[in-house]
Nanobody, 126 residues
Framework: QLQLVESGGGLVQPGGSLRLSCAAS????????IAWFRQAPGKEREGVSS????????NYADSVKERFTISRDNAKNTVYLQMNSLKPEDTAVYSC???????????????????WGQGTQVTVSS
């Protein structure tokens, strides 16, 4: 079964850190872009960060620059999102999605992606 599996979410205090993982199951990332999105209750889904597994290009939303870092481990077929200096406004369900790099570049537009994981909850609260 082809799927993206997210993990690493949880409850963390403001200023804390979490590392999310997005692992491909049943297929291999190959010249693909993997993007992280988040959706808070009552808000639209927004792009957080993306990375191309073919050329390593990355993209970040302004709201997470200097705090979040996206990386890839091609051998493990996994993309990571290291989140530091977390704020309450980072609270959301985080999902990863993938699409061919040739088609989407490192876009952070949700509509550009058609294959999604189930998501993992991140809650930043004291």
């Amino acid at each position: 079964q082809l799927q993206l599996v997210e993990s690493g979410g949880g409850l963390v205090q403001p200023g804390g850190s979490l590392r999310l993982s997005c692992a491909a199951s049943g297929f291999t990332f190959d010249d693909d872009t993997i993007a992280w999105f988040r959706q808070a209750p009552g808000k639209e889904r927004e792009g957080v960060s993306s990375i191309s597994t073919s050329n390593g290009r990355t993209n970040y939303a302004d709201s997470v620059k200097e705090r979040f870092t996206i990386s890839r481990d091609n051998a493990k077929n996994t993309v990571y999102l290291q989140m530091n200096s977390l704020k309450p406004e980072d609270t959301a369900v985080y999902s990863c999605a993938t699409a061919p790099t040739l088609r989407v570049g490192v876009s952070l537009r949700p509509n550009a992606y058609t294959f999604w994981g189930q998501g993992t909850q991140v809650t930043v609260s004291s």
